[in-house]
């Protein structure tokens, strides 16, 4: 079982930066995506960001020009800098991972609560 493991969340002011992380229990070199998804109370849970083994990026609109994935496969790694926070973004932000090779697995990590305030 793949666990995949949060860190950075907390209480920032709108306008603040914040940088979150993810540390997956196993390689992510190969036939991998990650991703950071966010949910609010009352809301569904949405994509946030994404980025694939090539280094492809995926953003909500919500978050375009504002937050930035990346990852490091040695350390085994996904990061979500967020700048320009704004109350809105305050959310459970949950690391997900995808592996597509010999068919398709998809795992989430337990959240970290982000929130921005006024």
């Known amino acids: 079982q793949v666990q995949l493991v949060e860190s950075g969340g907390g209480l920032v002011q709108a306008g603040g930066s914040l940088r979150l992380s993810c540390v997956a229990s196993t390689s992510i070199n190969i036939g991998n995506s990650m991703g950071w998804y966010r949910q609010a109370p009352g809301k569904e849970r949405e994509l946030v960001a994404a980025i694939t083994n090539g280094g492809s990026t995926n953003y909500g609109d919500s978050v375009k020009g504002r937050f930035t994935i990346s990852r490091d496969n040695g350390k085994k790694t996904v990061y979500l800098q967020m700048n320009s926070l704004k109350p809105e973004d305050t959310a459970v932000y949950y690391c997900?991972?995808?592996?597509?090779?010999?068919?398709?697995?998809?795992?989430w990590g337990q959240g970290t609560q982000v929130t921005v305030s006024s």
């Open positions: 997900n991972a995808v592996w597509r090779v010999f068919g398709t697995r998809e795992y």
